[in-house]
């Protein structure tokens, strides 16, 4: 079996640590649903590549040590197994992957791609329908803005979009909330899931067998968008879409304690075409319709298209501690939101109904001022606040833009910085409507 090594080190000297396991059982396995299709064009040894290398990154993520705070890694050496090695090992095929993921977690990666000559490649359920022509490809979570995304997806464009998602235990969920939205074709949907068993981590005194412990996000949207490009070109099609609200993907923190993730960020999406357009050599596109738009305002546009949406909307999850059954603080029952973590929250501004199906109720006040409870919430009121009395952008500038994205912009992000200002702007007198003191 192929082997996977990825030596990690850390911060503090002397704690560093190897991560390896091996491509295919008993390691690493990646899966599609029963009902998925692939498009005619199947997968090319660049995608199996590329789904190689962002499920390695998405599990060792999984498997990393807890301490991500105090002690986190600065630099990452990957060694995988390839079939296209020479191909990814072109510098400006390494440079984009490399800047991709600093993007994501600010640490440094180093690649070693090796040969792999060994591991037998997945049997795929073509379609085989000739007629099909497929022109973009959606990523679907089953969440809200991508629940409100295929909501605005028109008739006529339909029929030639495909949506692809990653399931842990949201399965019937996506499917069902598609064919609510009119999406009956079960193979519209391609599905990937996956697992890595019979890891072992090596430092300097013990080798040790991991299970998945960690439980940041940081590098997942690296894997959700490459499942989308592997799905797009078995279509030979270079038109993806993610749907992310304006306020989570710009990322701007509302206090320098919370980290925002660059999980759809308009920096991120360009440095995953200019990945793609590397390794496939043609120009792709990655756009996010949202980006300047508010979670409410999003939530209107498929009211507007789709009358009965809220009846769907509901089934659409958003909470990062839905399953758990513990949640910022303390116990919670499992299957249900809990009403004060970050998505939430946001998700309050947006969706009236949602507070009816939360754990906690953040409208409380008792519960905005607790101490832990009402943490995220008291971040976004103040960032609220602080937005509201900006007079125009460059208020917003001087008062608000944490220090992440004045690099970005001093580095040449060329956002459209009215744009910026104005979504912040709209989504703060939405926060104050909805939270009157
Ligand atoms: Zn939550």
């Not at 999406?269 to 999003?298: A, G, R």
Request: charged residues 20%; proline residues 4%; aromatic residues 12%.
């Amino acid at each position: 079996m192929p082997q996977v090594e990825c030596e990690i080190e850390r911060i503090q000297q002397g704690s560093s640590y190897t991560i390896k396991f091996s491509l295919g059982e008993p390691g690493l396995v990646w899966m599609l649903s029963d009902d998925s299709r692939v498009g005619p064009y199947g997968f090319s040894d660049t995608s199996l590549d590329l789904l190689t290398v962002a499920f390695c990154i998405f599990h060792i993520e999984k498997l990393l040590h807890k301490n991500l705070l105090t002690n986190p890694p600065k630099k990452y050496t990957l060694t995988v197994p390839m079939y296209q090695p020479e191909k990814w090992r072109q510098p400006q095929v390494t440079q984009a992957l490399q800047q991709l993921l600093t993007c994501l977690d600010d640490a440094e990666w180093e690649f070693i791609f090796k040969p792999n000559d060994q591991t037998l490649k997945p049997k795929l359920n073509i379609e085989t329908n000739a007629d099909v022509s497929i022109k973009q490809i959606a990523l679907f979570s089953g969440g809200m803005d991508s629940t409100c995304g295929v909501a605005t997806i028109s008739s006529e464009e339909r029929k030639a979009t495909r949506y692809v998602s990653y399931y842990t235990r949201q399965y019937t969920a996506q499917n069902n909330i598609l064919k609510d939205l009119g999406i009956s074709d079960p193979s519209a949907l391609t599905s990937f899931y996956s697992r890595c068993k019979t890891v072992v981590v090596e430092n300097k005194e013990k080798i040790t067998e991991r299970k998945n412990t960690n439980k940041s996000f940081y590098y997942r949207s690296f894997l959700f968008m490459s499942l989308g490009a592997v799905i797009a070109d078995s279509w030979q099609c270079r038109h993806l879409i993610q749907f992310e609200n304006g306020i989570l993907a710009n990322a701007v923190s509302p206090t320098p304690a919370i980290l925002m993730t660059k999980h759809a960020h308009p920096i991120l999406h360009e440095y995953f075409t200019q990945l793609l357009s590397n390794l496939y050599d043609s120009t792709w596109t990655l756009k996010n319709p949202f980006v300047f738009n508010t979670k409410n305002e999003i939530h209107q546009f498929a009211l507007d298209v789709c009358p009965k949406f809220n009846d769907i909307l509901i089934k659409a999850e958003t909470c990062w501690y839905h399953y758990a059954n513990h949640a910022l603080v303390g116990k919670k029952n499992a299957n249900r939101p809990c009403g004060i973590c970050i998505p939430c929250i946001i998700r309050l501004t947006a969706d009236s109904n949602y507070s009816s199906i939360c754990e906690i109720d953040i409208l409380d006040k008792s519960v905005q001022i607790d101490a832990k409870k009402g943490f995220a919430f008291r971040s976004y009121q103040g960032f609220a606040e602080r937005i509201n009395v900006c007079k125009d952008k460059n208020d917003f500038y001087l008062r608000v833009l944490d220090s992440n994205t004045r690099e970005l912009i001093a580095s040449g992000w060329s956002v459209n910085y009215q744009s910026l200002y104005d979504v912040y702007k709209r989504f703060s007198n939405e926060f104050i409507q909805t939270f009157p003191k």
